[in-house]
């Protein structure tokens, strides 16, 4: 454990850098396609109340990228499909089921509070959904944008091509084994109040992460060499 715990410093300390690097975090309620995005890159959320066991750093709560495969795929075009639509028919909602961290947080959502059996028995089904559903499933949709939305930020630009060898992916990786709590001694565990706790995924409670994949690699850190000095 002692060496999991001087592996995480070494990557918030990296964290601490890449904030500088970018000017500070930012919410993705304030972001939009012109906010200035590298085309490519890696994300870290955080979470208003969520902390490393120091009480003061705050901890990261969710790994992602985008387009390991070749797509058009973009850093900030996966961002927003995280933040949801700011107009159309349903304007501050979004699609859960076109990103798998809407739908997370909106199970969790959903346990939390008293909502209609309707959305419970659709929510997370299926691809797609006809307009019907989705109409019924806006008020959740905007408790969901309405919490992301809020969540702080970091990204990192790595601009490689989708492969499953990309380094983006090595760093999405490394970060969520490093970060993940599933069965083992916990480092920097969630508060009692994180919402994640509410997650239909055990995954989820366990790991203290929004994520669901990878959590259970086991603990690579040479990558944390590339956020330090991304040319290394």
């Not at 419970?120 to 806006?138: K, L, V």
């Not at 992916?169 to 509410?198: F, M, Q, T, Y």
Request: charged share 25%.
């Amino acid at each position: 454990m002692n060496n999991r715990r001087t592996n995480l410093d070494r990557f918030y300390g990296a964290l601490a850098e890449l904030e500088v690097a970018c000017g500070g975090k930012r919410r993705l309620a304030d972001c939009d396609a012109h906010t200035g995005w590298p085309r490519r890159g890696i994300y870290f959320f955080f979470e208003d109340g969520e902390f490393r066991q120091d009480g003061a750093t705050p901890r990261v709560v969710r790994v992602g990228t985008h387009g390991l495969r070749p797509s058009k795929s973009t850093l900030w075009s996966r961002l927003a499909q995280h933040r949801g639509s700011i107009s159309g028919a349903h304007p501050g909602g979004g699609n859960h089921r076109g990103s798998i961290f809407r739908l997370h947080v909106g199970t969790a959502l959903l346990a939390k509070g008293n909502w209609p059996d309707d959305i419970r028995q659709t929510w997370g089904r299926g691809s797609s959904a006809d307009q019907s559903t989705m109409h019924a499933e806006y008020p959740l949709e905007l408790e969901v944008s309405s919490h992301i939305g809020a969540m702080p930020f970091l990204w990192f630009a790595v601009d490689d091509e989708p492969t499953k060898d990309s380094m983006r992916g090595v760093i999405e990786r490394g970060s969520i084994g490093l970060l993940s709590n599933l069965d083992r001694e916990h480092v920097d565990p969630s508060s009692s109040g994180w919402l994640g706790r509410k997650a239909d995924r055990s995954t989820i409670r366990q790991a203290g992460m929004w994520n669901v994949n990878h959590v259970g690699e086991p603990v690579q850190v040479d990558w944390i060499d590339q956020l330090i000095d991304p040319t290394a």
